[in-house]
């Protein structure tokens, strides 16, 4: 109707719709569109009608029906003569090319694209679901990781909130879920409420394609694979690794999971079977997570545990909570797993990952606890009471296949010494090796032993009572740093010494006042520019101290300044302080904002903008309050006589 421009449903024909759907194109403009076009097109039109108060007409259904057979009929032909691609949609990722993926994206050093990575592959869910993970979601039990889902795509009405179970790779750690999360927690810190999502901003699965894309055409080996699996990096997007997972899941070994497993792990549906005659059950999803964590399901380590504590003491929640402060209630269990599993893999990371990256500026790594805590993870311990869930029978059978066959090598050399020992008691049985040889060694043993005692104690005594006194801990801190020689004199850094601006500010806070134990660099805030070489650096270390001034200043006026904090006490102080530099959470645009992944250098550039920005609305009130008072003549006059602050020329010349 022109004169409304409201379409008359009553007016459509099935020539009309036909005309209208015959007008779409694919991406090139030219050729025949894919099937899902037409699909979205027939689902807008019975929606269209729907809004309408009415339903699509039987013979326009059964005419667009007719038209979208012709279409395939079309595009099958053209697939035949390979004038257009023969798989539609974008491109599947093989597994093999996904392990590629997550070890490249962690030693590029980009978190969020790696943890993002890991999960949608795992979960085999859509990247918008991923985006939406929040602390809730999530919890621990057993040895599996579960994440349950309230509403997807598939599932408006929330009716499947079964848990999706997903399982450690401690022998690939780059493709360990757990291991991923581990990072990205330590790095940007953990959910501090239950409401709280894991990756903050907005539209975070279009970051994820565009930073996962720059990396597949950067890397030269990813970009290599690529082009041998017949794809582009234009084929590979979000919904690729949904599609990656499925494959793998079904035809990745020939004992793979049953379909039905499958489809309700990815939330697909099951017309006229779903929920009624095949509904989930734990055990079939347990065996789909093991099968995308990566693990090899023709080895024993089908089965492997994750690394975990022998015991979860105060010494280990203390430790979550100086590594993850401040984390919401209800998460401890998911943190005890991702603390143990960076422990487990501290050596992995120390020989994969580059001496900058964020992880080792967290404080597991800058205050020693990774090394301390080493000796308490494994992934098993004599009596463990953790036992692996999701492993098929054939795991069983292979793990003892494999002792039987240790057990037939080592066979002969058991044999061997078994009859040696046999030999050598009856010899000594017989006599010809009498007792009384035996008895005069042994008391020859024993007075060297006794007096070798008599010696330590002598030197130990003499040692006590000579001994200074124990240092105290501020003593002891200052042991563990390191001072180097360049330039004629002593510095608290190397001469090579690069402060990293993209640090969070909760990371630089704590090296501000505690220091990096792994490097032996004392606290930053001894820094100052003759410290470091060039223009650049020393502008560095006065921007930090201009970002760490009004923290330290608000927390003494609060009275919750420390000289010598711990580290918990940092995180504390940090809590308290952080609001004096903090900004604001949606954009000028209104756009959420990503407050935990900010660097430093952003963040002080936010300060300072918000300072200029008080400083002109205070010039502001002066001057009308100057006119009220005296007249606008008087303004000009001021503006004459006084001289305008820096940067406010302007503003005083109006």
């Known amino acids: 109707d022109p004169s409304t421009f409201v379409i008359n449903t009553a007016a459509l024909t099935s020539d009309i719709v036909e005309v209208w759907m015959s007008g779409f194109k694919a991406k090139d403009g030219t050729s025949v569109p894919s099937k899902s076009v037409h699909g979205t097109a027939m689902s807008a039109l019975s929606a269209f009608y729907q809004q309408h108060g009415t339903l699509l007409p039987d013979v326009m259904r059964a005419s667009v029906k007719q038209f979208t057979k012709g279409v395939a009929r079309t595009r099958a032909e053209l697939k035949q003569t390979g004038e257009i691609p023969l798989e539609e949609g974008k491109a599947h990722v093989p597994g093999d090319l996904y392990l590629t993926i997550v070890r490249a994206l962690l030693t590029n050093g980009d978190v969020f694209c790696h943890v993002f990575c890991v999960l949608a592959w795992n979960l085999m869910v859509r990247v918008s679901n991923v985006a939406s993970l929040c602390a809730a979601n999530f919890s621990f039990s057993e040895d599996s990781l579960q994440v349950a889902y309230v509403k997807h795509k598939a599932d408006q009405e929330g009716e499947r909130t079964d848990p999706k179970h997903c399982y450690a790779n401690p022998l690939n750690p780059a493709a360990c879920v757990i291991t991923a999360l581990g990072i990205h927690f330590a790095c940007f810190g953990a959910p501090k409420r239950r409401t709280d999502v894991l990756f903050e901003g907005q539209r975070q699965h279009d970051r994820f394609v565009r930073k996962l894309r720059k990396v597949l055409n950067e890397d030269k080996e990813l970009k290599g694979l690529i082009d041998r699996q017949g794809i582009t990096v234009d084929d590979i997007a979000s919904h690729s690794l949904r599609k990656g997972g499925r494959s793998y899941c079904a035809g990745g070994s020939t004992m793979g999971p049953s379909t039905a497993t499958v489809l309700l792990r990815g939330g697909w549906r099951q017309d006229g079977m779903d929920q009624k005659y095949v509904r989930y059950e734990h055990a079939g999803d347990q065996l789909v997570g093991r099968y995308l964590s990566m693990l090899d399901v023709s080895s024993p380590t089908f089965a492997t545990l994750p690394p975990h504590f022998e015991a979860v003491d105060d010494d280990v929640l203390n430790a979550v909570r100086l590594v993850f402060p401040d984390a919401a209630e209800g998460f401890e269990g998911v943190l005890v797993t991702c603390l143990a599993s ?265 300060y300072r903008k918000r300072g200029r920005e008080s400083n002109d609305q205070d010039d502001d009130n002066d001057l009308h309050s100057s006119a009220d008072q005296h007249g606008a003549e008087s303004v000009d006059a001021v503006g004459v006589a006084r001289r305008p602050p820096k940067g406010k020329g302007e503003l005083y010349e109006k």
Do not use: C
Request: proline share 6%; net charge positive.
């Open 342 to 606: 960076l422990v487990y893999h501290r050596a992995y990371f120390r020989e994969t990952l580059a001496p900058a990256h964020k992880l080792f500026k967290t404080t597991l790594f800058t205050q020693g606890l990774a090394d301390k805590l080493g000796p308490r993870v494994a992934l098993s311990f004599p009596g463990d009471v953790m036992r692996s869930t999701g492993v098929p029978p054939i795991t069983q059978i292979l793990g003892d296949l494999q002792d039987l066959k240790q057990t037939v090598a080592t066979f002969p050399t058991l044999v061997g010494n078994t009859l040696h020992e046999e030999l050598e008691k009856r010899q000594f049985d017989a006599g010809q090796l009498t007792r009384e040889v035996v008895e005069t060694l042994v008391k020859d043993m024993q007075t060297k032993v006794v007096a070798e005692i008599g010696s330590l104690r002598n030197g130990l005594h003499a040692a006590v009572a000579g001994a200074p006194a124990a240092p105290n801990a501020g003593q002891q801190a200052n042991d563990q740093f390191q001072r180097w020689m360049w330039g004629g004199q002593m510095h608290p850094v190397p001469e090579e010494f690069d402060l990293d601006t993209s640090l969070p500010p909760a990371t630089l806070f704590q090296l501000y006042l505690l220091g990096d134990e792994q490097e032996r660099i004392g606290p930053y805030k001894m820094l100052t520019s003759q410290d470091v070489v060039g223009k650049q650096a020393k502008a560095r270390v006065s921007d930090m101290h201009k970002l760490m001034e009004p923290i330290i200043d608000s927390l003494k006026k609060q009275h919750h300044w420390h000289h010598q904090p711990t580290v918990h006490e940092v995180n504390t102080m940090w809590e308290r302080g952080k609001t004096v530099i903090r900004g604001n959470e949606r954009s000028n645009k209104g756009k959420k904002r990503r407050l935990k992944e900010m660097a430093w250098t952003t963040a002080l550039k936010e």
